[in-house]
């Protein structure tokens, strides 16, 4: 199995920064994309950035220029860096990634419990 376990959230003021970590632990033989998505109340969870293992990126429009998604491969951590907060930043963060337990079976999709990230204005 695998586990994915993210730290870092908290309440911050509008401008802030946060830094989010996610490790992935168990039977792990390599990971492919990893990723951030978030959820507001009543909203539904929406990608925030991603990262495969060569180092490309993908960000959401609404983060582009504010946020920084980055990896260790050697670690099998994700991390997302906040800047320029804003309040409409406020929601559950989630990582998220795909896989692959052993050499000969394909990769699946694991996610973490979440982290509340909390703007206030």
């Known amino acids: 199995q695998v586990q994915l376990v993210e730290s870092g959230g908290g309440l911050v003021q509008a401008g802030g920064s946060l830094r989010l970590s996610c490790a992935a632990s168990?039977?792990?033989?390599?990971?492919?994309?990893m990723r951030w998505y978030r959820q507001a109340p009543g909203k539904e969870r929406e990608l925030v950035a991603d990262?495969?293992?060569?180092?490309?990126?993908n960000y959401a429009d609404s983060v582009k220029g504010r946020f920084t998604i980055s990896r260790d491969n050697a670690k099998n951590m994700v991390y997302l860096q906040m800047n320029s907060l804003k309040p409409e930043d406020t929601a559950v963060y989630y990582c998220?990634?795909?896989?692959?337990?052993?050499?000969?079976?394909?990769?699946?999709?694991?996610w973490g419990q979440g982290t509340q990230v909390t703007v206030s204005s």
């Open positions: 168990g039977s792990i033989f390599s990971i492919n994309v």
């Open positions: 990262i495969t293992s060569g180092g490309s990126t």
């Open positions: 998220n990634a795909d896989c692959r337990p052993i050499a000969t079976m394909p990769a699946r999709r694991y």
